[in-house]
């Protein structure tokens, strides 16, 4: 009976754990460039940990857990009803190895996002994962520029 009871805490710590870590990944985590971002869009010093290159964002995956940079064609520009906004690499988000979201809260610091659909761009910053995905979000709009 004690050692059900001992597992049976356990798991439930493990569980918390692991929901306080995933809500703790989504919200209020900061990215982390090294060095201010330049009015060109790239950082003054390369990406902590890598070459300063862009990942083509179907590589995003092997860089989780560093702060670097994704690259790719915005299919499409999506904003959930709670208001926060999606760039879409795929057709079919939920097929994505990537995903990238600006916060509701952060999406007044930026201009016309739909702008962005059709257009390869550069998103840096912490690559994270979320629902087994990479992801990158965005919280300055100096993390996102078109690419060259």
Partial sequence: MKRRTILLVVGLVLVAFVLGRLVGSRHGQKPMVSG???SSGAPASPVA??????????????????????????????TSRAGN?????CPDYRSCPF????????????GDLESLQGK???????ITVYQSRAEII???????????
């Fill in 85 to 89: 906004t999606f760039l879409d690499f």
């Fill in 120 to 126: 390869r761009v550069e998103i840096r910053g912490a």
């Fill in 36 to 38: 201010p971002i330049q």
């Fill in 99 to 110: 995903t990238s979201v600006i916060f509701a809260s952060d999406k007044n610091k930026f």
């Fill in 49 to 78: 940990g890598g070459t300063g290159a862009c990942a083509d964002f179907r590589d995003a995956g092997s860089q989780v857990g560093t702060s670097g940079c994704v690259s790719g064609q915005v299919l499409g520009v999506f």
């Fill in 138 to 148: 965005i919280r300055d709009p100096q993390q996102i520029r078109r690419a060259p």
